[in-house]
């Protein structure tokens, strides 16, 4: 495709003295463990080597947009041409900063400055581990993705999210409607997991419990932000303005499930990208994964409770070195 791409990461340095302190200026009331504790702003330092996958395993993206509180990593280059330094106060409102909420954070990338029309959205915990295309993320312009149903399952204050998220989908949305409408897209055979998930859940449900949700980079294009700023713009302004992330959030997850209810997607597999935790000082199954290159994107999240935090980083950051030990031109 000719439409220019972009990249946005998000990242924020939780090690910072400085925005601990700021952050615990704000906590005020109590906030649970599971939406503001320490680890949820850990950072590996592994950053280098998302940007070091960027370059070689996706030459032809167009800009990378580093989304920050105005924090910056001593290695960035910031007079790389591909980069865009981008920090909250460029398109959020005023009133909602500081923010430690990613909810409210990823809630209008679409205002960045400058951006792309196509742009994919990666967490701080995605690495480019092997060559990507251009196809793996939109093909004549529409995003790449894949459509199919799930079930809540409650654990944690994120499924209040999910929940928030689709009790505004099924005011919208029919679900017979939609997979009526859609049939190839919501039972195609491109992704045969998520199809078995989908028939097996087709019976019982009359609306949409919730839709499958995969850790994987996504693909936007602004309008996809822009039709639901237009129609629920109260409940994502409201989820913007919270410090930290919070049980009457909606997520950008949102913004995806109007799409693929709309039919705005082509479908793909997401067996090119990976999923892995951290969760103990054990890394040896994951530093393989990541040493294998057989994924275009690994996911490394972070769900660790181990013992010994230095070692456990450096052997992660060992493996990346193996297939990314050159320097990029991101960095100084």
Known sequence: MSDKIDFIVEWVDGNDPEW?????????????????????????????????????FAPWVNKVYFVTCGQKPEWLNANCEKLVLI???????????????????????????????????????????????????????????????????????FEYMRMNNMLVINKHFDMRRVLSENKSKWYSLKDPKSLYRTLKLLKPWTSFSAIRD?????????????VVWKEVPELLSATQMHKFRSREDVTVW????????????????????????????????????????KKKVTCVNDEYRGTDFGNTQKKIAAAFEKILPEKSSFEV
């Open 87 to 157: 920090d909250h106060k460029d398109y959020m409102p005023q009133e909602a900063l500081p923010t430690f909420n990613s909810c409210a954070i990823e809630m209008s990338l679409h205002k960045i400055p400058g951006l792309s029309d196509h742009f994919v959205v990666f967490n701080d915990d995605f690495f480019p581990t092997a060559p990507m295309k251009p196809e793996d993320f939109f093909k004549n312009g529409i995003p790449c993705d894949f459509a199919a149903l799930d079930i809540l399952t409650p654990g944690n204050d």
């Open 214 to 226: 995969y850790h994987v980079p996504l693909a936007f294009t602004k309008h996809d932000f822009e």
């Open 254 to 293: 949102l913004v995806r499930y109007w799409r693929l209810l709309e039919g705005r997607f082509n479908v793909k597999s997401q067996q090119c990208f990976g999923y892995t935790a951290i969760n103990s000082d054990d890394v040896s199954g994951i530093c393989n994964i990541i040493s294998s290159q």
């Open 20 to 56: 601990q302190k700021t952050r615990n200026e704000y906590l005020g009331i109590k906030i649970s463990e599971d939406n503001a504790g320490l680890h949820r702003y850990r950072d590996w330092d592994l950053m280098r080597y998302w940007f070091r996958g960027v370059e070689k």
